[in-house]
Structure formats: C-alpha cells, structure tokens
C-alpha cells in the first residue's frame, strides 16, 4: 500500500507541470484569438472601454494576465460571462451536473456490455458470433453521432406520434430533467434514454474491439496454455486468469476515453439539448466569450489530466508486472 501510495503521489507530481503548461498555453490561444472586450466596443466611447480593460487587467502582458486569472480560478473567482452576465463557476457548474449524468451511465453501460463481448468474441474466436458481434462493432464505429441521434429521434420519438397517433413519445429528447421533479424516476429514463444510447453504441463499439484483443493475447500466453494443461476448467482459466491479465489495458483505455468525453460531448448534447458542457462551449464560441472558454478548457484539460492519472494507478494495480518504486 505504502509502495502504492509512493507511485500515485510521484505521478500526481508530474501532472502538475502539465496542468500548468496546458493551462498556460489554452489562456494565450483563446486571448490571442478572441478580443474580450469586443462587445463592449460596440455603442461605448473609447474612455469608458479603456477603463474596462484597465479593469479586468487586459493591457498586461499575457503571463501577468495568466497569474492573475489562475489566482482567481484557485480562489474561486472565474469571473463574470459576458454572455449571459452570470458567473462563470455558476455557468460551469450547472453545465457539468447533466455531462457528468450521461457520461456515468454510458461509461457503466458501454464498459460492461464491451467487455462481455471481448470476452466473447475472444474465446469463441472465428465464430459465427464472432463473425457477427465483430461486424455490429465496425458498423458502430463507422456510425457518425449526428445522424445515428437524429435516427433514433425520429424512429423512437417522432414516428410513433405521427405515425401511431400516441398522444407522447415513449421517449423525450430535450433534456435530463423534468420541472419539478427529482431523483431516479421513470420519466428520467425516458430523458437519458436516447442520448445514452448515442453514447454508448459508440463506446461499445470501440471498447469490444479493444477487449478482444487483449482477451486474445491474454488467452495466447504460457500461463494460460499451462493452467489448461494442469485441468483447470475453461471457465476459471477464462475468469481467473485470462480475464483478470486483460483487464488492465481494458481499465486504461476506458479511463482515458472518460477524461476525453468531459469536453467531446459536443454533437450529443446539442442533438438531444442537454445543458451540458459541449452545449455551453458551443454557445460560448458563438459569443466569443473568452471569461467562460478559458476555465471550461481548462477544467477540461484538468479532468482528462485526472482520468490519465488513474488509468496510470489503475495499471498498476492491475498489473503485477507494473513496478511501483
């Protein structure tokens, strides 16, 4: 535990630099490319814009511009959207709350129903299933998200009503919630189901793909040959022992695609209008709000920075081989 302790402590160390730089180099890019003050050049006199920029420290060089805004993110002050007028931590707040919904139950999902079929498609290895499961898994990695969501919207929600006269949609698409209720309802169900299924025959896909492989190199190594030739039963060489070797690459891949997912959200959650983090940089872009781009990259960039360091302690937890000094 100790020597565990040590090597997640030494890989957390390391990250810190490249927060730093990454944060660094995303707050020069968005400044050099945005005017933060373009709205407020428009209808003001040039007095009254000199005093803002003056204001919000914007004729500094960009480091001391970059100290003083990475000393108001740790501080809590992320500043005010100019967008909307609202806080920025506010905006990003509630955008993360309906992102990080649909990114757990499509992880969870995706990560259980992959690896069943890794697992699978590797020990019945040029089966029909095989043949079969393998194909499903190209098609849905070759499936756009864009047109597969607006597939399902139109066959799950709008055909029925229109075609069957059913007074709703077994399935709503506009948002996680519903006004006034809470909790892990039915009609929650209903308002995840489409975006979740988006989600996660994607991620399936690619994750199947991923399991298969590691199962197969797994069930190809001495330790397997060697367990079947002692008689241990398939099913315990499959589980105890194939298994549990092929995870770790499995753990990392699915760690790593999560931190990505915190910002590549974005067609999902404009299709299906879910307030979350791809929908709120998409309407910051728009608006060239740089005082809501700024910190929704880096939390992003901190989040994947986060998943990259678990799949790293993930690893070596999982790996034996992994040396932990």
Do not use: C
């Amino acid at each position: 535990m100790a020597s565990l302790l040590r090597f997640s402590l030494r890989r957390f160390a390391w990250s810190v630099p490249v927060v730093l730089l990454a944060s660094f180099l995303l707050f020069w890019a968005v400044r050099a490319t945005f005017d933060p003050v373009a709205k407020l050049r428009q209808g003001r006199d040039a007095g009254a814009v000199q005093r803002e920029i003056e204001r919000l420290g914007l004729d500094r060089s960009v480091p001391e511009q970059y100290l003083l805004w990475m000393k108001g993110f740790v501080t809590g002050d992320w500043g005010t959207s100019t967008r909307t007028g609202g806080s920025v931590s506010s905006l990003i707040g509630q955008a993360l709350w309906p992102t990080v919904q649909l990114m757990f139950w499509g992880v969870l999902l995706a990560a259980f129903v992959a690896l069943a079929i890794g697992v699978y498609t590797a020990v019945r290895q040029y089966s029909a299933g095989d043949y079969v499961l393998s194909t499903l898994a190209y098609v849905g990695i070759s499936l756009p998200a864009f047109w597969f969501g607006l597939m399902l919207i139109q066959v799950l929600a709008v055909w029925p009503v229109q075609s069957l006269g059913w007074s709703e949609p077994p399935f709503y698409f506009v948002g996680l919630h519903t006004p006034g209720q809470s909790g892990f309802n039915l009609d929650y169900l209903r308002h995840l189901a489409l975006p979740l299924a988006t989600l996660t025959v994607t991620l399936t896909a690619s994750w199947s793909r991923f399991a298969r492989t590691a199962m197969l190199d797994t069930l190809s190594s001495d330790y397997v040959r060697t367990a079947r030739a002692k008689g241990v039963p398939p099913l315990a060489v499959v589980m105890r022992h194939a298994l549990r070797n092929a995870l770790a690459p499995f753990v990392t891949i699915v760690a790593l695609d999560t931190g990505v997912l915190f910002g590549g959200l974005i067609v999902t959650e404009q299709i299906y209008s879910i307030p979350g983090m791809g929908r709120l940089f998409l309407q910051s872009l728009q608006a060239g709000d740089v005082f809501v781009l700024v910190p929704w990259m880096f939390v992003v960039a901190l989040a994947v920075v986060f998943f990259n360091l678990l799949a790293d302690v993930s690893y070596a937890l999982l790996d034996p081989k992994v040396k932990l000094r």
